[in-house]
């Protein structure tokens, strides 16, 4: 029972177009999100995180919006460059147990 | 201002041998997590420790499979008696508090081969 899950495995999009991310969650106790993304060979890197109480969170060319009635959440990277090509990770969290939930993550392409 | 420590990067046992995986979290963080990614997967939960404490081990195989976050030291992932299904790559995160408001911050990873 995969409690946070990532359709879509792969995304191509043009270098300066704005790239969606989406992620979908069962579990009505988690109330933290996270986008982490990962390059081959390392290790994930914290980007953007949104808390259930808000329905949208901003940092530069990042923003994440919290569907929480329907249980969804997507992250949007505008304008979208070459360096942004790796594997994001949608992770959901419940303060209560302190762990984080991971998605199988969507290996994002930008092309020049 | 290191961040979260992994040795070894790589490791190879044959099957049968034990893997000891080592973690130092960022300086002054008390939790730390481990996860799993198989080839072509995304990150497994294993355990989340504490210093000196196991807080939810819920992802961690029953058998061959422990951690420990010792009150000095590094954290230590430990599998004895390794098969192929092992064969994964396994990530360290800490985190200065429990909880969701605080991202955590991972190493680079131990890549173990069982051979």
């Known amino acids: 029972d995969q409690q946070v899950k990532q359709n879509s495995p792969s995304l191509s999009v043009q270098e300066g177009r704005i790239s969606i991310l989406n992620c979908d969650y069962t579990?009505?106790?988690?109330?933290?999100f996270l986008w982490y993304k990962k390059y081959p060979a390392e290790g994930p890197t914290f980007l953007i995180s949104?808390?259930?109480?808000?329905d949208k969170n901003e940092d530069g060319r990042f923003t994440v919006f919290l569907n929480k009635s329907a249980k969804h959440l997507s992250l949007h990277i505008v304008p979208s460059q070459p360096g942004d090509s790796a594997v994001y990770f949608c992770a959901a969290s419940d303060m209560g147990t302190g762990k984080s939930t991971f998605g199988d993550g969507t290996t994002l392409t930008v092309k020049p | 201002n290191a961040g979260v420590m992994q040795n070894p990067r790589h490791l190879v046992r044959r099957r049968g041998q034990e893997a000891r995986l080592r973690c130092s979290p960022v300086k002054g963080h008390s939790h730390v997590y481990w996860y799993r990614q198989l080839p072509e997967e995304g990150l497994k939960f294993m355990v989340y420790?504490?210093?000196?404490?196991?807080?939810?081990e819920s992802g961690m195989p029953k058998e061959r499979f422990s951690a420990e976050f010792p009150k000095e030291g590094p954290s230590i992932l430990r599998i004895q008696q390794v098969v192929r299904g092992d064969s994964a790559a396994y990530f360290c995160a800490s985190s200065p508090r429990t909880g969701a408001t605080y991202e955590q911050y991972f190493g680079p990873g131990t890549r173990l081969t069982v051979t």
């Open positions: 949104i808390s259930s109480i808000k």
């Open positions: 420790l504490q210093k000196e404490n196991i807080i939810d």
């Open positions: 579990n009505s106790m988690f109330d933290y």
